[in-house]
């Protein structure tokens, strides 16, 4: 008999459930090397969906996945999550070795790959390989957590860090508060990772909620990516500084008349990036900062203010810097380790309104470099 999931996983799956009946069967939701229409999503995720169950997967089941990026591990952890399991993401470039220690540390009852770890350049493909392993030992969910992820484990050994479904849903909401989103019918280039958070949620999730078109380009070369951007005439592309660098490398720069929005998130940009970007295509760069312990913190999506500020706060979030250090408000701590503070992987901050024991809100100054965490 399965479990009762939590009531926000349920929600979760419900949300899930809602955004992918709410557009119309014709209109493409994703392309990439082919599209895919909403009908076809559809169909692949209820499809799997089905197949996930009677391999004996259902509420509060772990699974861990570490798949290429492709329509195919969309299509699956949307899936996992309309079932009610805990998702437990990884990086496709982890080595069989460093999948291992992961598994070892959270012990998740699956394991779902693509049939390879550990590839030095990993590029989008439509679909691929799907192998599903039940593993001996794996203990069911101990918590609410729709989400795993892992922080880079920079600072030692690396931490498990959860996202309930309500968290993931308010975050949603933020995404959809922010002036300049992208909207119904816009065709949305996205070079992050699917497995980090913007990519994830500020990316996939939000485009699923607005209905909105995931472009994906088939390589990570200069002049693909910017014949990509064009040809598509997307009108949004969200990705790292790498791809801003890339752009910048083109030797002759193609006329992007559609594009209204470009944003950076992941990392710092370099100030000469941003300003070779809006000379050369007349858009500047604008930026998404976060966490993966909390999310979006902080953005500036039309690139109104120069490197290093990286925005305001989102809307909700709650943020005050102390001894030079960023923290922000989370109702439970994010971390599996019980400790009343926990350290962000990221490097930007935000620079207080009158002193450095102001609380900022949408409105207040730009957010500059310090380290962050979570209070």
């Not at 989400?147 to 600072?155: K, M």
């Not at 996202?163 to 065709?187: H, I, V, W, Y």
């Not at 944003?263 to 941003?274: F, K, N």
């Amino acid at each position: 008999m399965e479990n009762a999931p939590p009531k926000d996983w349920t929600a979760l799956g419900d949300w899930i459930e809602n955004a992918l009946s709410a557009q119309p069967a014709d209109t493409v939701w994703a392309t990439a090397q082919s599209d895919i229409t909403w009908e076809h999503l559809r169909h692949k995720v209820t499809e799997l969906n089905e197949l996930l169950g009677v391999r004996g997967i259902g509420p509060g089941t772990t699974v861990a996945v570490q798949m290429v990026p492709s329509y195919s591990y969309l299509w699956t952890v949307l899936a996992l999550w309309l079932r009610g399991a805990q998702v437990i993401l990884m990086d496709p470039r982890l080595t069989r070795l460093e999948v291992n220690r992961l598994v070892n540390l959270c012990e998740p009852q699956y394991l779902i790959t693509s049939g390879a770890s550990g590839a030095v350049r990993v590029v989008f493909q439509d679909e691929c390989e799907i192998q599903v392993e039940r593993r001996r030992g794996g203990h069911a969910a101990g918590n609410a957590n729709a989400l795993l992820q892992f922080s880079s484990g920079a600072t030692g050994y690396p931490k498990i860090i959860g996202r309930t479904g309500a968290s993931l849903l308010t975050e949603l909401d933020r995404f959809a508060g922010l002036e300049g989103m992208p909207t119904a019918g816009e065709k949305v280039l996205l070079g992050n990772s699917l497995t980090h958070s913007f990519g994830l949620i500020g990316g996939v999730l939000h485009a699923l909620s607005a209905g909105a078109t995931l472009v994906f380009t088939p390589n990570a070369q200069p002049r693909t990516l910017l014949h990509t951007l064009a040809d598509s005439r997307a009108q949004v592309l969200f990705g790292v500084p790498f791809h801003f660098e890339l752009l910048n490398r083109v030797s002759e720069a193609v006329p992007l008349p559609s594009l209204r929005l470009a944003v950076s998130g992941g990392e710092a940009i370099r100030p000469e990036v941003y300003e070779q970007f809006e000379q050369r295509y007349g858009i500047r760069i604008g930026q998404a900062y976060g966490m993966t312990e909390t999310g979006i913190i902080a953005t500036d999506l039309a690139g109104r203010h120069r490197p290093p500020a990286v925005g305001t706060p989102a809307p909700g979030m709650e943020v005050r810097v102390r001894g030079g250090e960023l923290q922000v408000r989370a109702d439970v701590s994010p971390t599996s380790t019980p400790t009343t503070w926990t350290t962000g992987s990221s490097t930007a901050g935000c620079a207080p309104t009158t002193s450095p024991a102001s609380t900022s809100r949408p409105g207040s100054s730009p957010c500059t470099a310090a380290p962050t965490r979570s209070w």
